[in-house]
């Protein structure tokens, strides 16, 4: 089942993200401020790979630019170190992720422009998907190839379509999870359509409290 729902895209859940948005929240100036979410419940759903027969550019694309759907605008539960704990209803199907941006970020060749990335643990409770780990890049990745995820000495292959990344092999995620929560960094590394090479650090600090925060919220 979990195969089948990583393996297709959702009319909701699939709208592309509006990196350059945030929530509309406003806090004291000496309070923490939020990571700022997309304005769309982001789309953890891995799409599904090309058929062998296909041209690169006949697989499967995200669908095209909509506007968010009621109950689609994040909500911020709480801070949490480096990561945000959110939650959208887009299609009236409650969705939960925590949330974080790189701590450092590297382009070789160096200062190459790119949109921002975030990096989700997302849950979606009416399709009984608990902590999938999903990453929006800030570009285009380079096609068919995979990104990396380094973390305590074990690499983990991602998936990429678009400007998006999913854990490739599904069995390998609650063992990724588990070492997430445990603290420290990690480390994606991927490359764009035009070859930049990027390298992004991810501070896993406050994740476990957040994860903690989205499973009260979507159990």
Known sequence: MRFVLRSTLGSILGMPLLLAASLALTAPADAQ?????????????????????QKPDQAAAPAAPAAAAEGAQP????????????????????????LAKPS??????PNRARDPAFLFVSSRPAEKVKDEVSLIIGYGFKANTD?????????????????????????????LV???????DLT????????????????????????????EECR
């Open 33 to 53: 401020q939020p990571t700022p979410a997309p304005a769309t419940a982001p789309k953890p759903k891995r799409p599904p790979k090309p058929k062998p027969e």
């Open 75 to 98: 909500a911020l539960l709480g801070m949490f170190g480096d990561w945000g704990a959110y939650t959208a209803s887009p299609g009236g199907k409650k969705v939960c992720f925590a």
């Open 104 to 109: 450092k970020s590297e382009t070789t060749p």
């Open 147 to 175: 990104a990396t995820l380094e973390l305590g000495g074990a690499s983990y292959a991602m998936y990429t379509q678009s400007d998006g990344a999913w854990v490739k092999n599904a069995a390998e995620e609650a063992k």
């Open 178 to 184: 588990d070492a997430m929560r445990k603290g420290g």
């Open 188 to 215: 994606i590394k991927g490359t764009s359509a035009r070859g930049t090479g990027t390298l992004d650090v991810f501070s896993l600090k406050g994740l476990a409290q957040a994860l903690d925060k989205v499973g």
